[in-house]
């Protein structure tokens, strides 16, 4: 019986492939497989047997290949004279070598390798009556080899039906469809509508009414020859209010105004009172925005060894004091000493006025060298007023910090005070903070219009025809034209309602274009590339880009305000005359009441 349950299993194991002895003694099996590996078949270990079954060299259980390979079970073949094993490495001692024994060599195996040999249907079942084939492992938990198993259960459904009068039978892989495991998060309905209820509403702020004001100073060093760079940088970084220094203007420079002042701005023009006189330079100017509503006021304080200005709004919550000193020279003959002696005396009589205070501007005075008497001296006068300065860093090309923003300790209105170098100007940095005030709210216009789009207009010339057709039999004037305003008013609200509309009113450059974007991005891109590598090459194709941004908005202005001029127009083009010389005085007289200013014009008109 042990016998005929070997020969079975060998029978099923030659199905598959030719069988051989590995080195410890094991039967092995070459698996046969409709697709080859390089040419040849792979050489694996059963895996559908229980145990490896042992074989040795002169054991009574050998085999015939070519007699099993038909089926026909003969238990008397025996293993090659070639092969010699120690009987002592094993566990049995073998039988005396019989010669009349059938034997195989290597080689000969090896050959049948190449054969399609199928395992018949009743071999299998044979295998399986007798439990000794291999079970399939149970696999639980996780997912891993998911794929291979898939693979081993199409395996399994493909069934050899043998030969059959010469003719190999194979009967057809199934085709298996095993759908993916429905996993509950990642599974979704196509046709499903979003549950509202699990929305979160968010609040939108606009950015028009932030807690803070983006306020900048600079010292300009003459706008005259960055209007149009001053202009852009002023929208670009959207300032609420810029204050410059060394703006280099006269009274009348009107033109030069409007061209570096974008729309919904206005602009405090503080010149040197002897500009024209004496040495050019000086000036100090206010850029901010119309709503706002800033003004300047007098400090009622004479100063000489420098040039002040204070700006408030209307309600003189805040007071900036904008200064600037110029460095002394031989030419004006001002001395260190005496600026020290006078802006102690300034700081003390300015904290007379109302409102919390914020001195700010260039001081020329280098706050980086601590140790210097003039510059400790500066710092003590500060300290027994209780004010502090907020710029850190340096606020000129050489490492100097020579503009300042001071304000009280305790007061808390500056934040995120920092410097920019912005290359418009030659030596002085930009220097941004925050002040803790409110933006002012954009204004707004209220529009009331009618759709008349939609309408049929012949329906409502009909409607208006029958409407009005008592008019004529109504014989006073005012009673008639009041029948007529409430009938065409009743019968256009029917047709098209009054509609009323809140528009905020935004102002925007009129000559910007898509080459001035364009440009305008390459400028970032350039300056972020100069900041982060620090390299003269990426400078200076920085300072090209700026002059080649600063040609494209002059050019754009030209052709924009020469086509407003040519438009044939009378109104727009006296209205773009006023805007290019920045006039916006009103020249009609103004009386209390309306009988003065009549009698003006009588008496005017007589003489």
């Known amino acids: 019986m042990v016998s005929l349950i070997l020969s079975a299993c060998l029978i099923w194991l030659l199905g598959l492939g030719p069988c051989m002895s590995d080195q410890d003694g094991y039967i092995c099996s070459i698996e046969s497989s409709s697709t080859p590996c390089n040419g040849r078949y792979g050489l694996v270990h059963c895996r559908y047997l229980a145990r490896r079954i042992p074989l040795y060299s002169n054991s009574s259980s050998t085999f015939q290949a070519e007699l099993l390979r038909s089926g026909d079970i003969n238990p008397n073949p025996g293993p090659t004279n070639e092969i010699s094993v120690n009987p002592s490495k094993h566990r049995d001692t073998a039988p005396p070598y019989d010669p009349s024994k059938i034997c195989y060599t290597n080689e000969q195996l090896l ?10 249907v009743s071999v299998w079942n044979t295998i399986k009556t007798l439990n000794i084939n291999r079970k399939p492992s149970t696999h639980r938990g996780c997912r891993a080899g998911v ?40 599974s979704l309905q196509i046709n499903s509508k979003p549950n509202f209820n699990n929305l979160r509403t968010i609040k939108c702020v606009s950015n028009f009414n932030e807690t803070t004001l983006d306020i900048c100073l600079w010292n300009a060093w003459s706008v005259r020859n960055k209007t149009a760079l001053l202009c852009d940088y002023t929208t670009e970084n959207d300032i609420d209010v810029f204050f410059l220094t060394e703006t280099w203007l006269y009274d009348d420079e009107n033109v030069i105004i409007g ?73 004006n003959k001002l001395k260190l000493s005496d600026y020290l002696v006078e802006i102690d005396n300034f700081i003390g009589e300015t904290a007379q006025l109302p409102g919390k205070h914020i001195y700010l501007g260039d001081f020329n005075i280098h706050m980086n060298e601590p140790t210097k008497s003039h510059v400790a001296k500066f710092i003590n006068i500060l300290s027994c007023n209780n004010l502090q300065n907020y710029v850190t860093g340096p606020t000129h090309k050489s ?10 300790v305790d007061d808390n209105l500056v934040m995120n005070c920092k410097t920019h170098q912005n290359l418009m100007s030659d030596d002085h940095y930009s220097v941004f903070f925050k002040l803790n005030r409110k933006k002012p709210d954009m204004p707004r216009t209220y529009t009331s219009c009618r759709d008349f789009r939609t309408v049929d207009i012949d329906q409502l010339m009909m409607d208006l025809t029958t409407e009005l057709a008592p008019l004529m039999s109504i014989m006073n004037v005012d009673e008639q034209v009041q029948f007529y305003d409430a009938t065409v008013c009743d019968v ?114 007589q003489r």
């Open 399 to 408: 490492g100097n910090q020579l503009d300042l923003v001071i304000g009280n």
């Open 259 to 331: 061209e570096f002042k974008p729309p919904g701005y206005l602009f405090l023009n503080h010149p040197r009172h002897d500009g024209r006189s004496g040495t050019r330079g000086g000036g100090i100017g206010v850029l901010y925005k119309t709503e706002l509503n800033l003004m300047s006021i007098s400090s009622g304080i004479v100063t000489t060894t420098f040039e002040h200005i204070v700006v408030t709004d209307q309600s003189r919550s805040i007071l900036f004091i904008v200064i600037y000193r110029p460095p002394p020279s031989k030419v």
């Open 111 to 120: 050959d049948m390798n190449h054969q399609n040999l199928s395992l018949p």
């Open 492 to 605: 256009l609200d029917r047709y098209c309602p009054i509609q009323s509309r809140n528009r905020t009113i935004r102002p925007r450059v009129p000559w910007y274009n898509d080459d001035i974007h364009l440009a305008r991005r390459v400028k970032r891109r350039l300056e972020r590339r100069w900041r982060k590598s620090k390299l003269d090459t990426d400078r200076e194709a920085y300072v090209v880009q700026l002059g080649v941004l600063s040609e494209l908005i002059h050019s754009a202005k030209a052709s924009y305000f020469t086509d407003k001029l040519s438009s044939g127009n009378v109104k727009d083009t006296f209205k773009t005359i006023n805007t290019l010389l920045n006039t916006t005085r009103n020249n009609l007289p103004v009386g209390e009441s309306g009988k003065p200013l009549g009698d003006k014009s009588c008496s005017f008109i």
């Open 147 to 186: 794929k291979k198993q898939r693979g081993r259960l199409q395996i399994a459904k493909q069934h050899h039906l043998g030969f059959f009068n010469g003719t190999e039978v194979i009967q057809p892989i199934p085709v298996i469809f095993r759908p993916r495991r429905n996993n509950s998060k990642l």
